[in-house]
């Protein structure tokens, strides 16, 4: 494939050509190219024709530069469409001056010229054992992060796309934008959004994925089609059993299950395994159960500034189980608390 610059030089000689100011060495090498294969004789023959020439310079002067920089204007494209815009301006310019037609542009092969991509880099935020944090993203949308989780997005946010990748449990409170829906990526579940508040968790560990929707409409999805796209009510709870691969809506009191992001855990007849999944993430601990019967528990409380012992106190009064708490040289698990059922 010829050079860019060499496309250009020939360009400029077969629009010198057809001004009829060709130089004898310019016709030299015209002749030269023209002879070196038939699809440069018969790009030779088409850029030549007068009827092209005459269709090409009519297309050209039918373009209305202005009107096309104020409809992308609208659209908040300016800085991409500035660029784009002293791009055709560049090419009218050579076009003019050599005389050729839109044709002759389309030979240059515009991919040649078209600017360099982006590349394209990620930014996470991770909150550690027993920490929160509260983060806006760049389209102004409001994330609050559990404890433990990552969230990921590429440079190109709010630009190209707003996708998401996360891993653990946040509650988002994101900008309405139609355009450009935000897109979180849980597991094998897509949450698409256009403005909404909600909360996803998905915790690698865990079985299940859980989104709730408080206000607004979300739409869920599975990477493999697993079920049909799914429109979620504001009220309601999707889980999605990862092993069973089975998906469950429920009505809920939303929250019980948002209430973390303003210091509060509550739990109402709770399955002491989701108790205990909770706990961990929001201390930073690591509970092991010595007896499966504690999974068949229950638990009612509302905890606030409790310490971690205040609540275990909690659960051997309300619960038919005892604890012993142990704290580790682990810096990543400082404290292990062994639960066992009727060992009081």
């Not at 000689?13 to 310019?26: H, L, P, R, V």
């Not at 005459?54 to 096309?68: H, L, Q, W």
Request: charged share 30%; aromatic share 10%.
């Amino acid at each position: 494939m010829a050079k860019i610059s060499d496309r250009i030089r020939i360009g400029k000689i077969i629009g010198n050509f057809i001004t009829g100011k060709e130089s004898a060495n310019e016709m030299e090498k015209l002749h030269s190219w023209i002879n070196e294969s038939p699809e440069n004789e018969a790009k030779f023959k088409t850029l030549t024709d007068e009827r092209e020439i005459a269709r090409n310079i009519d297309a050209f002067e039918s373009i209305d530069i202005e009107r096309a920089w104020k409809k992308y204007e609208e659209k908040n494209v300016a800085i991409k469409l500035r660029k784009q815009i002293l791009r055709w301006r560049l090419a009218a310019s050579i076009i003019l001056i050599a005389g050729l037609s839109g044709s002759l542009l389309s030979y240059f092969n515009r991919s040649d010229v078209s600017e360099e991509t982006t590349p394209e880099f990620f930014t996470s935020v991770v909150t550690e054992n027993g920490q929160t944090s509260r983060i806006v993203l760049p389209d102004s949308s409001v994330v609050w992060l559990n404890s433990q989780t990552t969230l990921s997005y590429s440079n190109k946010f709010s630009i190209e796309n707003r996708n998401i990748k996360l891993d653990g449990e946040a509650f988002f409170k994101v900008q309405r934008n139609e355009e450009i829906p935000l897109i979180v990526s849980c597991g094998n579940l897509k949450v698409k959004v256009l403005g909404t508040e909600f909360d996803v968790c998905s915790f690698p560990a865990d079985d299940k994925v859980n989104v709730i929707l408080e206000k607004g409409k979300i739409e869920l999805t599975h990477v493999n089609n697993l079920f049909q796209p799914l429109d979620l009510r504001p009220g309601h709870m999707a889980q999605f059993d990862e092993q069973k691969k089975i998906l469950s809506l429920q009505k809920v009191d939303t929250y019980e299950y948002t209430s973390w992001k303003d210091g509060v855990l509550i739990f109402k007849d709770t399955p002491m395994k989701e108790v205990i999944s909770k706990l961990e993430h929001w201390y930073g601990v690591e509970i092991n159960v010595n007896t499966p019967d504690v999974y068949d528990l229950v638990f009612n409380a509302t905890i606030v500034d409790e310490s971690l012992e205040e609540i275990f106190k909690l659960i051997e009064y309300t619960c038919d189980v005892s604890y012993k708490i142990y704290y580790s040289h682990n810096p990543q698990v400082p404290v292990i608390i062994e639960v066992s059922y009727g060992e009081k």
